[in-house]
């Protein structure tokens, strides 16, 4: 059985403060590959969470500037989180609940991770090869 410790060990979520632009985000989200950034106060506190879905419908279409745009003015607020020590199953049944594509992991007000729906695919496809492998043994 999965936990999400597992799923984030050793993971350098893509972070940045409220007062970055949308811009940088973007720009983040594009090097490092994610369709995602938490935004964090200096504390280390998640205060919300930026995609780029969120850059499609509230920067874009609003015709707004994304190089003027600072991500307080159009994140997610206070983003729904789970701990670490939850388990896979549950986590992606919030988000198939909230039709959530990311999910913020925090440990005492601390992000220590990310998941998307793209990191539960893979763990179905370990759980059918464990299956397989269970099969071909009887």
């Known amino acids: 059985m999965r936990k ?3 799923i ?5 979520p893509v972070a940045l403060p409220p007062n970055a632009t949308v811009a940088q985000a973007c720009r983040s989200m594009r090097d490092r590959r994610v369709g995602a950034v938490l935004v964090i106060e200096d504390d280390g506190r998640l205060v919300g969470i930026f995609t780029g879905r ?3 419908h509230r920067v874009l279409a609003e ?3 994304a190089a003027d745009t600072k991500l307080a003015e159009v ?3 206070d983003p729904e989180a789970m701990p670490p020590g939850k388990r896979a199953i549950e986590v992606l049944r919030l988000m198939e609940d909230g039709r959530y594509r990311h999910m913020p992991i925090v440990d005492n007000d601390k992000v220590v991770g990310i998941v998307s729906r793209y990191d539960f695919s893979g763990l179905e496809l370990d759980r059918l090869d464990e299956e397989t492998g269970l099969w071909e043994r009887i």
């Open 4 to 6: 999400m410790s597992d």
């Open 54 to 56: 969120d850059a499609v």
């Open 8 to 12: 984030v060990r050793n993971q350098d």
């Open 63 to 65: 015709e707004k500037s």
């Open 75 to 77: 994140m997610t607020r």
